[in-house]
C-alpha cells in the first residue's frame, strides 16, 4: 500500500530538485497546466511507459501537484483528509 504522506514528500523533493517553485498561485497554474494537457491529451502510451496512456499520465500528474501542493501546505494526514471529504461528498445534496 502506498503511503500518501510519503508519496507527497518524494513528490514536493523531485519538484525542488526540478527547480520548481511552489507557492499558491504556482500550484494553481500548475494545476491549469495539467488539467490543459489531460484535455489535449491522446491515447498513445505515455513517456515514461507503454503501460498506460497519455491521459492516465497526465491524471498522475494532477494527483501528483495536488499531493506536492498538500506537503507544502503542512497537511499531515493526507489519508484522513481524503476519506473524510469523501464521506462529506456522498452525503451533499447539491
Not at 22 to 38: H, S
Not at 60 to 80: F, Y
Request: hydrophobic residues 40%; aromatic residues 10%; negative net charge.
Amino acid at each position: 500500500m502506498i503511503n500518501l504522506q510519503h508519496l507527497a514528500r518524494d513528490s514536493r523533493a523531485a519538484a525542488e530538485h526540478r527547480g520548481i517553485k511552489l507557492g499558491i498561485y504556482e500550484f494553481a497554474d500548475k494545476f491549469r497546466e495539467e488539467v490543459e494537457e489531460y484535455a489535449d491529451g491522446d491515447t498513445f502510451a505515455c513517456k515514461f511507459s507503454h503501460e498506460f496512456s497519455n491521459y492516465e499520465e497526465e491524471l498522475a500528474d494532477i494527483i501528483l501537484v495536488a499531493l506536492t501542493a498538500l506537503n507544502w501546505i503542512g497537511c499531515t494526514d493526507i489519508e484522513k483528509l481524503l476519506l473524510e471529504k469523501l464521506k462529506y461528498n456522498q452525503h451533499r445534496q447539491d
